[in-house]
């Protein structure tokens, strides 16, 4: 039974920085995936970044309405995985998600439907 639980989120102004973390329980770090995702109100969830490890590499992918300014990230010892945020935009205001899944292939990364854990989510409020 995997449990995925985020924290991090708060209001900033934009062009700050945020780390939000997910804390995971019940999966394991050094296979799979693992992915942020938003959902702003009245938008689809959307995915932000996603991270697979299997085979002794890690890849790393980003919608491109992040990239160069998100950073994901995870540190297998703490069971922990975690999404940089700086230069935030108002645009990036969401609910923020990290989900978990331990199938051995990158296919839909940063699809809702490739996962099957979630989390609760945590805000992220910027303000212009």
């Known amino acids: 039974w995997v449990q995925l639980v985020e924290s991090g989120g708060g209001s900033v102004q934009a062009g700050g920085s945020l780390r939000l973390s997910c804390a995971a329980s019940g999966y394991t770090f050094t296979s799979g995936c693992m992915g942020w995702f938003r959902q702003a109100p009245g938008k689809e969830r959307e995915g932000v970044a996603g991270i697979y490890t299997g085979s002794g590499r890690t890849f790393y992918y980003y919608a491109d309405s992040v990239k160069g300014r998100f950073t994901i990230s995870q540190d297998n010892a703490k069971n922990t995985l975690y999404l940089q945020m700086n230069s935030l935009k108002p645009e990036d205001t969401a609910m923020y998600y990290c989900?978990?899944?331990?199938?051995?292939?990158?296919?839909?990364?940063?699809?809702?439907?490739?996962?099957?854990?979630w989390g609760q989510g945590t805000q992220v409020t910027v303000s212009s």
């Open positions: 989900a978990a899944d331990d199938r051995s292939s990158t296919a839909g990364i940063l699809r809702t439907s490739r996962y099957k854990d």
